[in-house]
C-alpha cells in the first residue's frame, strides 16, 4: 500500500509582514507536538519578505515546521527586476515553492508553459513544487473540470523526468472554493484528485502515482478536513485563509483527532 505522508502546508498569501510571521510561527510551534510532526507534514508559506525571520526562528528553535515561498522565477538569475530565484529560496532553508495558484493565473497571466518552468527550476534547486490546478466556476458547472484539469497537470508536468514528478506535490484547487467558504465536498475532491492520480500512472506509472501526495484545497478549516482527508487520493491540504489562524491551522493537522 502506499505510504504518503499528509502534507498539510498553510499559503499565507499577501498578509504577515516579517514581525508577525515570527509570532504566527511561535504559536503554531507551541501548540504542534512531536506526534503531530510524526504524522503530518507541517509547512508555512509566507510572502517573500517573511521567509528569512520564519527560517530564523524556525532554525533558532529548531521546530520541526517547514517553511516555503509562494512563487518562484523560472530564470535561474540575472536582469529579471522584481523575480526571486529558486537558488535564493533554497538558500533560505524553503522546501517547497508553489507554482501556478490560481492567483497567479489569473491575476498575473500564467500559463502551463510558465508554471512547467517554474516547477523546473524549484526542482532544479531541490525545491519541492506544489503544483496548483483546478477549475472555475463555469468550468464546473458545465461539467469539464476533469479534462480542465488533466490538461493542467499534463501542461504543468510537462518534460519532468519521473523522479521528478515523484517530488512534487500537486493541489487541487478548485478555484470557486478558494476563499469563498465554499469547500469541495469530499467526493468532489476524490473525483478529480483520484483522476490525477490514474493519469500519473499513464504519463509515467503506478510507483510514480502511489508516490506523488495530492492535496485539495479551498475553504479548508478544522471542521471540514476530516471528512476531505479520508479519501483515498487526497494526502493533505493547501489552506489559505485558515493557516493565519494558529488554532484553526493546529486543527486542520490533527484532522485524525
Ligand atoms: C488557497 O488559496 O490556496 C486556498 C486554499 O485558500 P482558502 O483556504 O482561503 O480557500
Keep these: 500500500a502506499p505510504s504518503r505522508k499528509p502534507l498539510m502546508a498553510g499559503n499565507w498569501k499577501m498578509n504577515k509582514n516579517h514581525l508577525d510571521a515570527i509570532l504566527l510561527v511561535q504559536k503554531m510551534a507551541f501548540a504542534l507536538k512531536d506526534a503531530d510532526y510524526d504524522a503530518v507534514d507541517v509547512a508555512v508559506i509566507p510572502p517573500f519578505t517573511a521567509i528569512r525571520s520564519v527560517q530564523t526562528v524556525i532554525e533558532a528553535d529548531r521546530y520541526r515546521i517547514q517553511h516555503g515561498a509562494q512563487d518562484v522565477s523560472p530564470h535561474a538569475s540575472g536582469a ?13 532553508g524553503c522546501s517547497y515553492a508553489i507554482v501556478g495558484h490560481s492567483e497567479r493565473r489569473q491575476y498575473h497571466g500564467e500559463d502551463d508553459a510558465l508554471v512547467n518552468a517554474k516547477a523546473k527550476a524549484a526542482l532544479g534547486a531541490d525545491i519541492t513544487p506544489i503544483l496548483c490546478v483546478g477549475e472555475g466556476l463555469e468550468v464546473r458547472q458545465a461539467g469539464g473540470h476533469v479534462p480542465h484539469v488533466l490538461v493542467q497537470v499534463d501542461g504543468g508536468l510537462a518534460k519532468l523526468t519521473a523522479e521528478q514528478v515523484r517530488r512534487t506535490v500537486i493541489a487541487y484547487e478548485p478555484v470557486w472554493a478558494i476563499g469563498t467558504g465554499e469547500v469541495a465536498t469530499p467526493k468532489d475532491a476524490q473525483e478529480v484528485c483520484g483522476a490525477i492520480r490514474t493519469r500519473l500512472a499513464e504519463l509515467y506509472d503506478g510507483g510514480v502515482a ?12 478544522g471542521g471540514n478536513i476530516a471528512g476531505i482527508m479520508a479519501q483515498d487520493d487526497v494526502d493533505g491540504a493547501l489552506v489559505g485563509g485558515a493557516s493565519l489562524d494558529p488554532g484553526e491551522f493546529v486543527k486542520i493537522c490533527r484532522y485524525r483527532d
Excluded at 529579471?80 to 533560505?92: D, F, R, V, W
Excluded at 502511489?210 to 478549516?221: A, H
Design 80 to 92: 529579471y527586476t522584481g523575480e526571486i530565484a529558486a537558488s535564493m529560496l533554497a538558500k533560505l
Design 210 to 221: 502511489d508516490d506523488v501526495r495530492i492535496l485539495y484545497g479551498g475553504s479548508v478549516k
